[in-house]
């Protein structure tokens, strides 16, 4: 087992969308202040071959992938303290996946969310029984192995993630589990799920949750302009502008309310009571939002004009992360008999 030092916190990013305001408030924001915590050291990584199982695109792989590092650095990650990189760049990670999987029952992976979800659509959607799996590839069935090994490879104790991922956690520390069985406890560490953002789910433009499938989001990073004309997009009832309005039903004010200060929270709902036209609420949020996000804005239009310091911080990221995936790699190559 590795010396005592430092909690070890890992959490990867799946760059298969333009980060939105969702993304903002609900993984970045507490990812960020995690980072913080000066008793924990925490890697931050860009989940581009898990995304290879939905992009397909390179164009488009390429540039997500820039997006997102790019955004988690505007955001405020510093990369001194927190190790920012592409799961590409870590071979070590896909020997131990191979390794995973020889630990690795298929009946868990039978049992998976995403694959699961898969059966489900297809037998809704009324295919033959014997062809359930259809559209299913194997990186989607064995999404949770190559998860595991991200987990494992750097000795992760804490894995902040969203409630739909508390399985593939669970899932990487059976397998985790099943190799110290096999070779003795101390070869592999445990990783436990850390659920943030439970209650933070935020609206979308049409009410539901903000998510990119409903294509109802807030993009982060776009010019001024257009997130106002984002904002004025934001579906609101009839009530006249005299008429006192009800913030708890109003996606205005719902929004409004995950990043306002809260004097500024109040004094909306004062002019929720006293009755405010849509118009002057929806200015009143993009007022909001533009003041918070106008800084990192610049910095992220910065850093995508010039790829190549996004291409450095990665790179810089992944040179360390291999040095800790090296060593587990060989605690691991030792204890299964395979070593040079
Ligand atoms: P999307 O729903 O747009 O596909 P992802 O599933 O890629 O978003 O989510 C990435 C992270 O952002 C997850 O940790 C998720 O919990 C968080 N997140 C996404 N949408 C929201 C939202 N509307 N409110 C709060 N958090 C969100
Ligand atoms: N599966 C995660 C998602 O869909 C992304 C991910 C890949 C991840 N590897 C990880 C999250 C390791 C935490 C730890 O959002």
């Given amino acids: 087992m590795p010396p005592a030092m430092a909690r070890v916190s890992l959490t990867g990013i799946k760059p298969t969308g333009t980060p ?69 760049d870590i071979p070590e990670v896909f020997e131990l996946a191979w390794v995973l999987a020889c630990f690795c029952p298929k009946g868990w992976m039978n049992k998976a969310h995403a ?4 059966v489900q659509k297809n037998r809704d959607a009324g295919q033959d029984a014997d ?17 595991a090994a991200d987990i494992i490879i750097v000795d992760a104790d804490l894995v902040p993630v969203g409630k739909d991922q508390i399985q593939h956690v669970e899932l990487a520390r059976d397998m985790a589990q099943r190799l110290n069985n096999t070779y003795g406890a101390d070869v592999l560490k445990l990783p436990e799920a850390m659920v943030q953002g439970q209650d933070e789910t935020l609206p979308g433009l049409d009410g539901r949750k903000m998510s990119k499938s409903y294509g109802n989001t807030l ?41 306002a200060t809260p004097a500024q929270i109040e004094e909306l709902r004062g002019r929720y009571a006293e009755g405010i036209g849509w118009g002057h609420a929806k200015a009143a949020l993009f007022e909001v939002l533009d003041a918070q996000l106008s800084g990192p804005r610049a910095v992220y239009e910065e850093l995508m004009a010039h790829p190549e310091r996004i291409d450095e911080v990665l790179h810089d990221g992944a040179a360390r992360v291999r040095t800790t995936a090296q060593a587990v790699l060989g605690r691991v190559r030792e204890a299964i008999g395979i070593q040079r």
């Fill in 20 to 88: 939105h305001l969702g993304n903002f408030t609900g993984a970045i924001t507490p990812a960020l202040k995690l980072a913080d915590d000066p008793g924990t050291s925490s890697y931050y990584f860009i989940a581009d071959y898990h995304a290879l199982t939905t992009i397909h695109d390179q164009t488009e792989m390429r540039q997500l992938v820039r997006e997102v590092a790019a955004t988690w650095l505007a955001c405020g990650l510093d990369p001194e303290k927190t190790v920012l990189y592409c799961q590409s």
């Fill in 219 to 259: 993009p982060l990073f776009v010019p001024a302009k257009k997130l106002k004309k984002a904002v004025n997009q934001i579906v609101t009832d009839s009530t006249p502008p005299e008429a006192p309005k009800d913030p708890a039903s109003s996606t205005v004010f719902k929004i409004y309310e995950k990043v």
């Fill in 115 to 118: 694959y699961k979800a898969m």
């Fill in 131 to 147: 062809d359930l799996d259809a559209g299913v590839g194997m990186g989607l069935y064995t999404y949770p192995v190559l998860m």
